[in-house]
């Protein structure tokens, strides 16, 4: 079991974290925290120490800022993905159009373990283009292995948290229902009190 505080790229308190690997699409998508505002990928300097902390950039300089918006616009493709998870809309075409983008850069690659196990390895044309088809293999993986529709986005529009549904019954819509869930509801409560 994997000490998720001990993991330095693991952003915020991570109160409902994913397993490995997936916590790593898991906090790819928390880099932006709606609740404060903060984004680790914008800035180059932080982003650059963010993705070389989760092995997502080994380049011995900052990303370009048009790496940074690709990678942004990946995240939030993989949002939309895990708002449909969550019992929301399925993603709009226009919404996976950056995570095909990277998609299509990609080149991996077949490579044999030690043991024999056959492995799919990122070996695309640059060090951004690497960090993101690691995700995308993560994320192929965990949607063989029934991982996947247990990541979600918190259903309060506001928040859109990635949180990972250990749930029996995998109902959870909430990333915290002390907080959003009852935000929520009180909300609505509100508004049939109208
Ligand atoms: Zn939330």
Known sequence: MVVVSMLPW???QETKPAPMPLLLVQSFVNTWDGDHGSDLLLDPSAARTWLTAAGLWN???VPAPAELDLARRVRESIRAMLVANGGGPQPAPGDLQAIQAAAQVSRPALQIEPGGQVSL???PA?????GLVTLLLVIRDAQHDGTWQRLKACSNPDCRWAFYDRSHSQVGAWCDMATCGN???NRRLRQRQR
């Not at 640059?126 to 690497?130: F, K, Q, R, S, V």
């Open 121 to 123: 390895r990122a070996e």
């Open 183 to 185: 935000r929520i509801k």
């Open 10 to 12: 693991v952003p915020g």
């Open 126 to 130: 640059g060090p951004l283009e690497a």
């Open 59 to 61: 380049a011995d300089r």
